[in-house]
């Protein structure tokens, strides 16, 4: 199973930014896609973003222009810089790994967009 360790996070003023990390180890499938989901409390956990094997990036409206996702082959390492960020972006953030039916999960990480 593919094991995700987030790091980032914590608290920051409107209209500020925030870099996630998430590093995975033990991947062994060549076609995958990586990103991070979000939950603010009391609401379903939402997508935010993904990239995948072949580079192809996607975003969620909510995010689409602040947020961005990328990834370091080598370092196994996906990375979202969130910009620009607004106090609806608080919520705990879920790094994801999928490949077909094998679903991986990090431990999540608290953003919190306050003044």
């Known amino acids: 199973q593919v094991r995700l360790v987030e790091s980032g996070g914590g608290l920051v003023q409107p209209g500020g930014s925030l870099r996630l990390s998430c590093a995975a180890s033990?991947?062994?499938?060549?076609?995958?896609?990586m990103g991070w989901y979000r939950q603010a409390p009391g609401k379903e956990r939402e997508w935010v973003a993904r990239i995948t094997s072949t580079a192809t990036t996607n975003y969620a409206d909510s995010v689409k222009g602040r947020f961005s996702i990328a990834r370091n082959n080598a370092k196994n390492t996906v990375v979202l810089q969130m910009n620009s960020l607004k106090p609806d972006d608080t919520a705990v953030y879920y790094c994801y790994y999928s490949s077909g039916d094998v679903w991986s999960w990090g431990q999540g990480t608290q953003v919190t967009v306050s003044s």
């Open positions: 033990d991947i062994i499938f060549t076609i995958f896609e």
